[in-house]
Nanobody, 118 residues
Framework: QVQLVESGGGLVQPGGSLRLSCAAS????????MGWYRQAPGKERELVAL???????NYADSVKGRFTISRDNAKNTVYLQMNSLKPEDTAVYYC????????????WGQGTQVTVSS
């Protein structure tokens, strides 16, 4: 059984920073990519950032230049450093693992709330 445990969310003022982490455990035989989605109230879940097995990264336009995704392969952990946070970044953030190219399903974390407010 694979489990993804997220941490690091919370309440922060606009312009502040948070660092999310997602630690995976269990029978993980392969990881094609790891990343983060987010879902704000009343909105669809949105891909925020991902990092592939080869280290390539991709970001949503709305977070480019502010967020940085990284991972520690030895720990099967993915991080999301979020700087210059804006109120529109408020959402529940979900980490995921894409296990192999062409996979039709992901492993998901439980979600962590990020609230950006004065």
């Amino acid at each position: 059984q694979v489990q993804l445990v997220e941490s690091g969310g919370g309440l922060v003022q606009p312009g502040g920073s948070l660092r999310l982490s997602c630690a995976a455990s269990g029978s993980i035989f392969s990881i094609n990519a790891m990343g983060w989605y987010r879902q704000a109230p009343g909105k669809e879940r949105e891909l925020v950032a991902l990092i592939t097995s080869g280290g390539s990264t991709n970001y949503a336009d709305s977070v480019k230049g502010r967020f940085t995704i990284s991972r520690d392969n030895a720990k099967n952990t993915v991080y999301l450093q979020m700087n210059s946070l804006k109120p529109e970044d408020t959402a529940v953030y979900y980490c995921y693992i894409d296990p192999f190219p062409g996979s039709s399903w992901y492993y998901w974390g439980q979600g962590t709330q990020v609230t950006v407010s004065s």
